[in-house]
Structures are given as structure tokens and as C-alpha cells.
């Protein structure tokens, strides 16, 4: 697969395919810890995502695929289940604009983006996109077809290593198109609503989803410490929207409106 990871498809005994990514790969097992924080936290806020998981390897496995040579030690690694079989169907890591338009989860763009800004995501975003069968017919009785964008690869947060760092534009998916919708504060309170009412309990749940053979080989401190930090955070999502609404780098282009909280009350009259 693409990527630093070095990350590899697999069949497992279970019969799917995973992006198979392993403890000790170049990023760091920090890297698997986050990924499986993330995606156990997008799950919790409803944000599409691939089901993420263990993947066990009891010996040493290797081969060569079309001319690719493939190795998994024994060991536990992290999955990333592929929502479809990638043998028969097409699955694309990005889309032409007029395209991605039409993606049918487009608004979990703008809530993977203000998670991205809490959890410190320093990367720039990545999601994988395939089309999915419906139970509608067109007018030519054809079976209609979704377009679904699932979020991936968020090894990168909370500042990667755990020492968090703020970046003006951090979370921003590269086309801002996704974002077309976003154009008030109606618009993203939703979604800090949603991280302020469940986020501690998804932080609860993402730690207890992590594997212990992984947490050996980390800093357990820095990791408890980082989600403590994580949690405090939580507090100051309203303040890292802000700071990127002001910014020169703003992706909303249809942004309209003034921050009500930031208004004074004669301004408030003003705009009623
Ligand atoms: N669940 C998934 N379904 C389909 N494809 C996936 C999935 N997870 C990952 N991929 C594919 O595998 C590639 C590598 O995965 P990922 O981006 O997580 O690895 P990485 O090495 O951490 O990447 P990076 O260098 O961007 O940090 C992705 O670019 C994507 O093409
Ligand atoms: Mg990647």
C-alpha cells in the first residue's frame, strides 16, 4: 500500500480484507495507538471510518504477491477493515471535485475536521471512498449506488509522538469543497456538541481498545498523559474553530456569519 507505514493488504482467517499496519513500522507503534484512538473515537461520534482491529499473526508469514514481497511478523498487529472486496470492486484514496460533490457522507468531513482540531491531528487528513449498492431504483429501474467517504489513517494525532503542537490550519482536508455546506456556527456547534457530551466516555473506550503487547513497547505515561491532555481539550474546541474561521486559510468559502458568542449585545441586535 501507499504510505509510510508500510502498510499491507490481507486476508484474514476471518475471510475480509485489512490494511494490515504493524508495531515497530517507521511511524512508530505511537502511530497504531492513535489510529486506533481516532477510529474508535469517529465511531463514537457517528464519523464514517472502517472498523478497526487486532489483527494476530502466530508465525512468521511472507511472500511475494505480483511481484510485491509482503512480510508479517508474529506479533499483533492493527487492521483496517476494507469496507468492500478490493478484488472486484474499485476503492479510491481521492476523488475529482465534481465527484466528491456527490459523496453521500460529505458532512462527516466537518466532523472529522473538528475532531481533527481536538485531537491535534498534525497530518493532513485522508479518506477512502467506494461505492455502495442501495435498495433504490432509478427511473430506468436500475439499482441505485452511494458514494461513502470513510475516514482513515489518523497516526498523527495528538501531535504524533504526544507532544501536542498546534498548526493554524491542522485537520483541513486538501479539497475544501468538502466543507461547501459549512456557513454559521448552526453548522459545526452540532458536532462540539456531540464531542462535549460523549467525548470523555470515547476517550474510556479508545483506551480500553488498545492492545497490551502495544503498550509495552510505549511510553505508558506519555500516553496517559496525552490523554489527559485530550480530555482537558475538550473545553477548548469553540476556540480552535475560531482560530481557524480567522485564519487567511479559512475552508469555508461560504462562511456568513459572525461568531455570536464573539458578538458584543449591541451587535447581536444589529444582526436580528
Ligand atoms: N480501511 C481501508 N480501506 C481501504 N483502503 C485503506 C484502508 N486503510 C488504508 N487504506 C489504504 O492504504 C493506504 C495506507 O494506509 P494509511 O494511510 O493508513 O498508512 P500510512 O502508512 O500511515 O500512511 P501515511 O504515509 O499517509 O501516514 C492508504 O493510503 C489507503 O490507500
Ligand atoms: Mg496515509
Given at each position: 500500500m501507499r504510505g509510510r507505514s508500510r502498510a499491507q493488504l490481507v486476508q484474514a482467517g476471518d475471510g475480509n480484507y485489512y490494511v494490515v499496519k504493524s508495531p515497530g513500522n517507521p511511524q512508530g507503534t505511537e502511530s497504531l495507538i492513535n489510529d486506533m484512538i481516532a477510529m474508535t473515537i469517529f465511531k463514537s461520534l457517528s464519523i464514517g471510518c472502517p472498523r478497526v482491529t487486532t489483527v494476530e499473526v502466530d508465525a512468521p508469514m511472507s511472500g511475494v504477491y505480483e511481484s510485491v514481497p509482503l512480510y508479517l511478523a508474529a506479533g499483533v498487529h492493527f487492521g483496517s477493515a476494507v469496507a468492500v472486496d478490493p478484488i472486484e470492486q474499485s476503492i479510491y484514496d481521492f476523488l475529482p471535485a465534481p465527484v466528491l460533490a456527490r459523496v453521500w457522507n460529505l458532512d462527516s468531513f466537518t466532523g472529522a475536521l473538528i475532531a481533527d482540531r481536538w485531537m491535534a491531528n498534525i497530518d493532513t487528513p485522508q479518506a477512502v471512498f467506494h461505492f455502495t449498492q442501495t435498495s433504490g431504483r432509478d427511473s430506468a429501474g436500475i439499482p441505485t449506488r452511494i458514494l461513502v467517504a470513510l475516514h482513515i489513517d489518523r497516526g498523527e494525532i495528538l501531535g504524533k509522538k504526544w507532544r501536542f503542537k498546534e498548526a493554524p490550519?491542522?485537520?483541513?482536508?486538501?479539497?475544501?469543497?468538502?466543507?461547501?455546506?459549512?456557513?454559521?456556527w448552526a453548522d459545526i456547534a452540532p458536532w462540539i456538541g456531540q464531542i462535549e457530551k460523549i467525548g470523555p466516555a470515547a476517550i474510556s473506550k479508545a483506551i480500553k481498545a488498545i492492545p497490551e503487547a502495544w503498550l509495552r513497547e510505549v511510553s505508558r505515561n506519555a500516553l496517559d498523559a496525552a490523554l489527559e491532555q485530550l480530555e482537558r481539550r475538550i473545553h477548548i474546541i469553540p476556540d480552535l474553530m475560531r482560530s481557524l474561521i480567522a485564519?487567511?486559510?479559512?475552508?469555508?468559502?461560504r462562511w456568513r456569519e459572525t461568531d455570536p458568542t464573539a458578538m458584543t449585545p449591541s451587535q447581536l441586535d444589529d444582526s436580528t
Open positions: 490550519t491542522a485537520g483541513v482536508y486538501i479539497d475544501h469543497g468538502v466543507y461547501v455546506r459549512v456557513r454559521s485564519s487567511p486559510n479559512s475552508p469555508f468559502r
